[in-house]
């Protein structure tokens, strides 16, 4: 826990050591996701462009690597949504952060072994996990049901859950198909008694 602890403490990286950071925990994301928590230090550092002597001075052990991954690419899913609201519609913002959601599942899932342990020592981890994507959800709802597009009622805590039972679902990269009809189908629910243009307004 020490460790953990003074990892963060760590002071800023110099510009060409964030790059190697970045481009190593991009590499990581995509090993995890393709061969899981046993994924191949070497690759990953050689898919990075750096050497594992790099890696294993940024991240001592695999167990730091897999924390530092899934931090990482939950900030980056948190941070997409105000950039997809500025460039989008609300609900279509919505549904692409669902699709960056069921990524970032994959993702979970592929080292869910090695991650299981993080979390388990570091129980605030996934409480801020949480947190987070709660609020970069009720971001996404709160803008459409001010411009009409979402019904007023919904919950982004019920939706994070909805989202995570579709990911338990249909969360395998094979079943992407069945994952994006049961998108579709969320989407339209946050519709149904909409006010914009009288679409998806409940019948009398």
């Known amino acids: 826990m020490e460790d953990r602890k003074d990892q963060r403490k760590r002071r800023p990286l110099r510009a060409d050591a964030r790059l190697n950071e970045d481009r190593l925990l991009e590499a990581a994301a995509r090993a995890f996701a393709r061969d899981g928590a046993e994924a191949q230090l070497k690759a990953i550092a050689q898919d990075a462009g750096v050497g594992i002597g790099t890696l294993y001075r940024r991240f001592p052990s695999r167990e730091r690597l897999v924390e530092a991954t ?5 900030t980056k899913l948190c941070a997409a949504a105000p950039d997809l609201l500025a460039s989008s519609p609300a609900d279509e913002a919505l549904r692409a952060w669902m699709d960056r959601f069921v990524d970032f599942i994959a993702t979970k899932h ?22 987070l994507l709660t609020e970069a959800l009720a971001s996404l709802v709160r803008t459409g049901a001010e411009d009409g597009t979402f019904r007023p009622d919904v919950s982004p805590e019920d939706l994070l859950m909805s989202l995570g039972g579709i990911t338990l ?12 009809r049961l998108l579709d189908l969320l989407m339209d629910s946050l519709r149904y008694g909409a006010s914009k243009h009288g679409r998806g307004t409940a019948s009398a």
């Open 169 to 180: 679902i249909a969360g395998d990269p094979g079943q992407r198909d069945l994952a994006r």
């Open 110 to 131: 592929a080292m869910a072994d090695a991650l299981h342990a993080v979390l388990v020592a570091d129980g605030d981890l996934r409480m801020q996990t949480r947190d």
């Open 70 to 74: 899934y931090r990482n690419e939950t």
